[in-house]
């Protein structure tokens, strides 16, 4: 038989009967730290995805505009925004209070996702650069994030919901890690 | 927090570059005279006459360039080029997909029969996913016979001859030569090539406002 060592999260999950999704959200952001970093994450995410989704121009002036074409894409870019200063919050908390290692993999394909499909939104400059680099697999690429730019992003939210859901459980429920026996 | 904003800055500003040619005695001037463009065979509108160039270098496949198809050309149009001030010039940057170049070439023949707006605008307006076949050869063969007034025959033999394949690569060479990597980007210019400024994306009308203005006021065109 193996020993077993039990590690838990400082605000147990005591109060039972609670959702433990919402119950995760108040551990974390019951502090202003984290409600600041969150907000923070998110801004910044939020205009990058402006940015480079060519809503938000500073030369030759100061300009940000939202023409129909790029409601839903907008949208979807702050919905990942919010959703990732929550989750990257809930992880640092975990990882600040945890022995145990986080390996949230969701979280990580789910930003680099995001991201990527903003960043392809305008990536017509990638045309020339991806075909001296990679040639013409490059321009497939580009092409392929360029045209499911909506989907990507939609799939960025289902995997960022998931390492919400996934970052919960961590903060809820006792984790008990296992060792293998030493006198093995 | 800082460093982040200043990384996604430095992104930005290689991306979307803006310069000033011509003010700078020791900076290096492609002359670019609304007169030669024309004379060259690039598809322009408004008046010969105008104290001011905008060369446009955009991919029919471009959803950013139809961004500004949509929203910020009817506004220059009739702010600027109604009103004689300002020529629009079209040039090729064909660099989003395979099917890219097909429809440059396809554009650039309806030029030959005055044309090619009627045709920029068909194509844009019906603009589909990158390299998803709507800009095949058949199917701007089937755009070119919607155009009223195409003499069709004339145009598949220039389309089917890819007669203006060393225009587009010209016009291709000299958007690189500004360092232009994305579509749409834009040179803002006196008519007479001086004073270039250059800009990319797909910038809303105040943005060329500001810059078409400030050259009006500035005065500084001489045709």
Request: aromatic share 12%; charged share 15%.
């Amino acid at each position: 038989m193996s020993e077993r060592k039990k590690t838990t999260l400082p605000p147990s999950s005591s109060s039972k009967g609670q959702n433990p999704l919402i119950l995760s959200f108040q551990i974390v952001f019951s502090k202003l730290v984290y409600i600041v970093f969150a907000a923070s994450i998110a801004i910044a995410f939020s205009i990058i995805s402006t940015i480079f989704d060519q809503l938000l121009f500073f030369y030759p002036i100061l300009v940000f505009y939202l023409p129909s074409d790029a409601v839903v894409g907008f949208i979807l870019a702050n919905i990942i925004a919010v959703l990732l200063g929550i989750v990257v919050s809930m992880n640092v908390y975990v990882f600040r209070h945890s022995k145990i290692k986080i390996r949230n993999t969701s979280l990580l394909s789910a930003s680099s996702l995001s991201v990527l499909s903003s960043i392809c939104v305008s990536c017509s400059s990638l045309g020339f650069f991806l075909i001296s680099v990679l040639g013409t697999v490059g321009v497939t690429v580009s092409a392929f994030v360029s045209n499911y730019q909506t989907p990507l992003r939609l799939l960025s939210i289902a995997l960022l919901i998931w390492a919400y859901y996934s970052v919960s459980n961590k903060l809820t429920k006792s984790c008990v890690k296992s060792y293998p026996n030493s006198s093995k | 927090m800082a460093s982040l904003l200043v990384f996604v800055y430095g992104i930005y500003a290689s991306y979307f570059h803006t310069d000033t040619y011509g003010q700078n005695s020791n900076e290096k001037i492609k002359a670019l005279p609304l007169q030669d463009l024309i004379r060259n065979g690039s598809p322009f509108q408004g008046k010969v006459s105008a104290p001011i160039t905008v060369i446009d270098f955009s991919d029919f496949q471009c959803y950013l360039c139809n961004r500004f198809v949509k929203n910020t050309e009817p506004l220059v149009n009739q702010s600027y080029i109604q009103t004689g001030k300002v020529a629009l010039v079209f040039n090729h940057l064909p660099n989003r997909g395979f099917d890219s170049m097909g429809a440059a070439l396809a554009a650039q023949c309806t030029n030959d029969q005055g044309k090619f707006w009627q045709f920029h605008n068909l194509l844009y307006s019906n603009q589909k996913a990158i390299d998803s076949g709507w800009v095949s050869k058949e199917n701007l063969k089937n755009f070119a016979s919607r155009i009223p007034g195409l003499d069709i025959k004339r145009f598949d033999g220039c389309f089917d001859s890819e007669k203006y394949k060393s225009f587009v690569q010209k016009n291709i060479e000299l958007a690189l030569s500004f360092g232009f990597k994305e579509t749409p980007s834009f040179i803002v210019e006196n008519s007479n090539g001086s004073s270039q400024e250059t800009m990319s994306g797909a910038l809303p009308f105040e943005s060329f406002k500001a810059v078409i203005d400030k050259k009006i006021s500035a005065g500084c065109y001489h045709n």
